[in-house]
């Protein structure tokens, strides 16, 4: 069973820094796309970057483009966000989820999430 | 920017079909955009029931369909539970690698 934990999740204040992890069990982790997603309070699914599975291409949304940068170390099955110039806005539960096989487009197994705060 | 355009809030009836859709501000959707569906209730992660258009993702009862209805992609859940009340998430694949959610679906069943 594929199973995903997120941690590093915390407080901090606006302009700090944090870096997200995510350990992945029962699955070959390179062979697998990568991708983190979040969700403010009381708000929707916001897809915020992805990673193919050799780590050689990624991708941000807009509203994180320059400021957090993901990557993977397949040695360890590890998944990584790290989190530059926080804003209030990205105050969210971020999870991570497993993406598919080279050319395969989806995203089906989620961890649990864990709680960033951006906050003073 | 894309904008994924889901259906705010809908009801059904228990042991009624309900369809849910999944369009774009501007264009239409094709399976070239692998829609996926999740279903997310209160405090849980997202579940994963339909990508890649059509298929069923493991575990998830065949009371749950994706396809292409128009120009949209859609989620039709035929005899509805009281437990498929929840929100339901559509995503969309841009060719430029970046995937796009919608907004979400409140379901009620009464």
């Known amino acids: 069973e594929v199973q995903l934990l997120e941690s590093g999740g915390g407080l901090v204040q606006p302009g700090g820094s944090l870096r997200l992890s995510c350990a992945a069990s029962?699955?070959?982790?390179?062979?697998?796309?990568m991708s983190w997603v979040r969700q403010a309070p009381g708000k929707g699914l916001e897809w915020v970057s992805g990673i193919i599975g050799s780590g050689g291409s990624t991708d941000y949304a807009d509203s994180v483009k320059g400021r957090f940068t993901i990557s993977r170390d397949n040695s360890k099955s590890t998944l990584y966000l790290q989190m530059n110039s926080l804003r209030a806005e990205d105050t969210a539960l971020y999870y991570c989820?497993?993406?598919?096989?080279?050319?395969?487009?989806?995203?089906?197994?989620w961890g649990k999430g864990t709680t960033v705060t951006v906050s003073s | 920017q894309t904008v994924v355009t889901q259906e705010p809030s809908f009801s059904v009836s228990p042991g009624g079909t309900v369809t849910l859709t999944c369009g774009l501000s501007s264009g239409s959707v094709s399976p070239s955009y692998y829609p996926s569906w999740y279903q997310q209730t209160p405090g849980q992660a997202p579940r994963t029931l339909i990508h890649s258009t059509n298929t069923r993702s493991s575990g998830v009862p065949d009371r749950f369909s994706g396809s292409i209805l128009g120009n949209k992609a859609a989620l039709t859940i035929t005899g509805a539970q009281a437990d498929d009340e929840s929100d339901y998430y559509c995503v969309l694949y841009l060719n430029s690698g970046i995937w796009v959610f919608g907004g979400g679906t409140k379901l009620t069943v009464l």
């Open positions: 029962g699955l070959t982790f390179s062979s697998y796309a």
């Open positions: 989820a497993k993406g598919g096989l080279s050319g395969s487009f989806y995203m089906d197994v």
